[in-house]
């Protein structure tokens, strides 16, 4: 006959801890959310071998009378939450009363705690869940929590951990998160006593990203200033344009003083740099998101950091508004602030695109550097007298030229700037009021998928507003009667494709241009490309001046950088 049993508290812990504690940086994850709840102000983490021969966490929070001690030891014992109505008000990180149980289940785990108004300390010790001892311990106010061996009592679990470097690598990323994430409280991490990073309490973000992160990071970030919307509030670092990664490494994102992972943050982070940065890479950034903790839902799983929003959709929008505006704002800054006009007056440059007509481009004087088709100056916002300070060094192979610049030495790419140029013109004249619409001799027709050729019907407003003029004339079949002045013949069909494939893929609508970033980029690729590299110097000058009036000079519209420079100080440690 069966029968039904409740099961052992050290079985229960031990079931309970495969769902807590999957590695060791997820022990850690718990003892160090233990010690920021318990108050403390400084927080020393120190492991080996990856944190599955030893884990130390140690705080100067508010510590445990040795019967608190005990009793945090049992299951679903807490200090945090008494009644189910407050489960919608957690302002700790715990509330489950489950960690320290699960934890001293499946390790050999040492507890010493005194609390400031108790003379001494107690320490506790248990084994795989089996209490070893408690006797008394003189130390300092506060809790130092040491788990060693973590899952010898469960075999079958050791199996899964990977190896000490990347356990390790778990166990760094985390820490630096919680160290970032609180800046009030300092953080001391520790490699077999070896430092690894110390954050300073209550530095400026930016000091503390270069403790924690590194220098390298610090130089690649630059401050975003508080945004405000009703209940919500933004600020953080941003990776400069051109700085990317591959993977989401370094996109650090912070929930009311919680580290989490959310791919609204992460989609809304990555969609604001485009071009800015290559596709299918991910910006750099640290970005704090303050708001009513009713607005948040953290109650998912456990080991999980995933973060969910009840309305993901103004979050998204708040946060692209918030990263467009700083990412403009560099634009303007990507200029040097110290101009010496060693360009020379503008020169003719004539560029040797075919135009609509097919017509060669009437030669001599032409103002500035203008891509074909434009007279309308790149974003007039962007547009002011440059005087740049680059000079001409040389050439260097066929697609690169160097500078001196007045902070240094440039490698520019010529591609790349043609490309942003070019770009940021047709961006200006597909969002421009009133375009210049270019009537075919000959129609166009297109054959559509069912998909694109909705896309199609319900973008009309805008594809009219934009310079093309559509007509249906059989089921999913159309022609074009007129386009856009900077579209070309050639190059129509394949754009349109593209960009109905585009506008089918995006859903949100941040303004006209959004919906069509990609197709544009292309099309500025593509044209770019045939325009070949035989650029006099004159021609040369005057790309470099038509790139710095661009919002974004730094990146071509794939996001590549369009030049690399060293500074006087790069050259001068290169030098050692
Ligand atoms: P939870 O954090 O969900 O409450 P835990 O098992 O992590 O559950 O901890 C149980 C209790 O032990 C906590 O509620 C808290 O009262 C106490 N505790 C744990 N760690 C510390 C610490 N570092 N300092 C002070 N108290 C602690
Ligand atoms: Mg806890």
């Given at each position: 006959?069966?029968?039904?049993?409740?099961?052992?508290p050290t079985?229960?812990n031990?079931?309970a801890a495969?769902?807590v504690v999957?590695?060791p940086a997820a022990v850690i994850k718990e003892l160090l959310e233990n010690s920021l709840d318990a108050g403390a102000r400084r927080v020393t983490v120190d492991f080996s071998?990856?944190g599955?021969a030893r884990m130390i966490v140690e705080d100067d929070g508010k510590g445990m009378t040795g019967d608190e001690a005990l009793l945090s030891l049992e299951r679903h014992a807490t200090s945090k939450i008494q009644?189910?109505?407050d489960?919608?008000?957690i302002a700790t990180f715990g509330f489950r009363g489950e960690a320290l149980p699960s934890i001293a289940s499946v390790a050999r785990f040492t507890m010493q705690t005194r609390p400031a108004s108790a003379p001494s300390g107690t320490e506790i010790a248990v084994n795989g869940g089996k209490l070893v001892h408690r006797r008394d311990h003189g130390m300092a106010p506060g809790t130092r929590i040491e788990v060693a061996n973590l899952?010898h009592p469960?075999?079958?679990?050791?199996?899964?951990?990977?190896?000490?470097?990347?356990?390790?690598?778990?166990i760094?990323?985390l820490v630096?998160l919680y160290a970032?994430a609180h800046p009030e409280v300092g953080f001391l991490l520790r490699e077999d006593g070896r430092e690894i990073f110390r954050s300073p309490g209550n530095?400026?973000?930016?000091?503390?990203?270069?403790?924690?992160?590194?220098?390298?990071?610090?130089?690649?970030?630059?401050?975003?200033?508080?945004?405000?919307?009703?209940?919500?509030?933004?600020?953080?670092?941003?990776?400069?344009?051109?700085?990317?990664?591959?993977?989401?490494?370094?996109?650090?994102?912070?929930?009311?003083g919680r580290?989490?992972?959310?791919?609204?943050?992460?989609?809304?982070?990555?969609?604001?740099?485009?071009?800015?940065?290559?596709?299918?890479?991910?910006?750099?950034?640290?970005?704090?998101?303050?708001?009513?903790?009713?607005?948040?839902?953290?109650?998912?799983?456990p080991?999980?950091?995933?973060?969910?929003?009840?309305?993901?959709?103004?979050?998204?929008?708040?946060?692209?508004?918030?990263?467009?505006?700083?990412?403009?704002?560099?634009?303007?800054?990507?200029?040097?602030?110290?101009?010496?006009?060693?360009?020379?007056?503008?020169?003719?440059?004539?560029?040797?695109?075919?135009?609509?007509?097919?017509?060669?481009?009437?030669?001599?004087?032409?103002?500035?550097?203008?891509?074909?088709?434009?007279?309308?100056?790149?974003?007039?916002?962007?547009?002011?007298?440059?005087?740049?300070?680059?000079?001409?060094?040389?050439?260097?192979?066929?697609?690169?030229?160097?500078?001196?610049?007045?902070?240094?030495?440039?490698?520019?790419?010529?591609?790349?700037?043609?490309?942003?140029?070019?770009?940021?013109?047709?961006?200006?004249?597909?969002?421009?009021?009133?375009?210049?619409?270019?009537?075919?001799?000959?129609?166009?027709?297109?054959?559509?998928?069912?998909?694109?050729?909705?896309?199609?019907?319900?973008?009309?407003?805008?594809?009219?507003?934009?310079?093309?003029?559509?007509?249906?004339?059989?089921?999913?079949?159309?022609?074009?009667?007129?386009?856009?002045?900077?579209?070309?013949?050639?190059?129509?069909?394949?754009?349109?494709?593209?960009?109905?494939?585009?506008?089918?893929?995006?859903?949100?609508?941040?303004?006209?241009?959004?919906?069509?970033?990609?197709?544009?980029?292309?099309?500025?690729?593509?044209?770019?490309?045939?325009?070949?590299?035989?650029?006099?110097?004159?021609?040369?000058?005057?790309?470099?001046?038509?790139?710095?009036?661009?919002?974004?000079?730094?990146?071509?519209?794939?996001?590549?950088?369009?030049?690399?420079?060293?500074?006087?100080?790069?050259?001068?440690?290169?030098?050692?």
């Amino acid at each position: 006959m069966s029968t039904i049993r409740i099961l052992e508290p050290t079985v229960a812990n031990q079931i309970a801890a495969g769902e807590v504690v999957e590695r060791p940086a997820a022990v850690i994850k718990e003892l160090l959310e233990n010690s920021l709840d318990a108050g403390a102000r400084r927080v020393t983490v120190d492991f080996s071998r990856g944190g599955k021969a030893r884990m130390i966490v140690e705080d100067d929070g508010k510590g445990m009378t040795g019967d608190e001690a005990l009793l945090s030891l049992e299951r679903h014992a807490t200090s945090k939450i008494q009644l189910a109505a407050d489960l919608d008000r957690i302002a700790t990180f715990g509330f489950r009363g489950e960690a320290l149980p699960s934890i001293a289940s499946v390790a050999r785990f040492t507890m010493q705690t005194r609390p400031a108004s108790a003379p001494s300390g107690t320490e506790i010790a248990v084994n795989g869940g089996k209490l070893v001892h408690r006797r008394d311990h003189g130390m300092a106010p506060g809790t130092r929590i040491e788990v060693a061996n973590l899952f010898h009592p469960v075999p079958a679990r050791l199996k899964f951990l990977k190896s000490d470097e990347t356990e390790a690598a778990h166990i760094v990323r985390l820490v630096r998160l919680y160290a970032i994430a609180h800046p009030e409280v300092g953080f001391l991490l520790r490699e077999d006593g070896r430092e690894i990073f110390r954050s300073p309490g209550n530095a400026p973000l930016l000091d503390r990203v270069r403790e924690i992160w590194g220098r390298q990071v610090a130089e690649e970030v630059t401050i975003m200033p508080a945004f405000e919307r009703p209940g919500m509030r933004l600020s953080g670092l941003l990776g400069k344009p051109g700085v990317s990664r591959g993977t989401r490494q370094d996109l650090v994102t912070v929930v009311n003083g919680r580290p989490v992972d959310s791919r609204t943050m992460a989609f809304a982070l990555t969609e604001s740099y485009h071009t800015l940065i290559p596709k299918g890479r991910y910006p750099l950034a640290f970005v704090f998101l303050e708001m009513d903790p009713a607005w948040v839902d953290v109650n998912v799983h456990p080991a999980k950091r995933e973060v969910r929003f009840r309305d993901e959709a103004k979050v998204r929008n708040f946060l692209i508004e918030s990263v467009l505006a700083v990412l403009r704002a560099r634009g303007d800054e990507g200029l040097p602030a110290e101009t010496v006009p060693a360009v020379a007056p503008v020169t003719p440059l004539a560029v040797d695109v075919p135009s609509v007509s097919g017509a060669v481009p009437p030669p001599g004087p032409a103002s500035a550097y203008v891509p074909p088709n434009s007279p309308a100056p790149v974003s007039p916002a962007h547009a002011p007298a440059v005087r740049l300070g680059w000079r001409l060094l040389s050439r260097l192979r066929e697609e690169r030229a160097v500078f001196e610049t007045p902070t240094g030495l440039a490698v520019l790419d010529l591609g790349a700037a043609h490309q942003r140029v070019l770009y940021e013109s047709i961006l200006a004249q597909f969002t421009a009021h009133k375009p210049v619409s270019q009537p075919l001799l000959v129609p166009l027709s297109i054959e559509l998928e069912p998909l694109p050729a909705a896309v199609l019907k319900e973008r009309l407003p805008l594809l009219t507003s934009a310079g093309f003029d559509f007509e249906e004339y059989g089921r999913n079949f159309w022609r074009i009667q007129a386009l856009p002045a900077w579209l070309e013949p050639e190059q129509a069909l394949a754009f349109v494709r593209d960009l109905l494939a585009e506008m089918a893929r995006r859903e949100g609508d941040f303004g006209r241009p959004s919906l069509a970033y990609d197709a544009l980029a292309k099309l500025a690729v593509n044209k770019a490309r045939r325009k070949g590299d035989s650029l006099s110097d004159a021609e040369l000058m005057e790309l470099v001046q038509a790139l710095f009036r661009t919002a974004q000079p730094g990146t071509c519209p794939r996001g590549r950088r369009t030049y690399v420079e060293w500074t006087d100080a790069d050259l001068t440690r290169r030098f050692g």
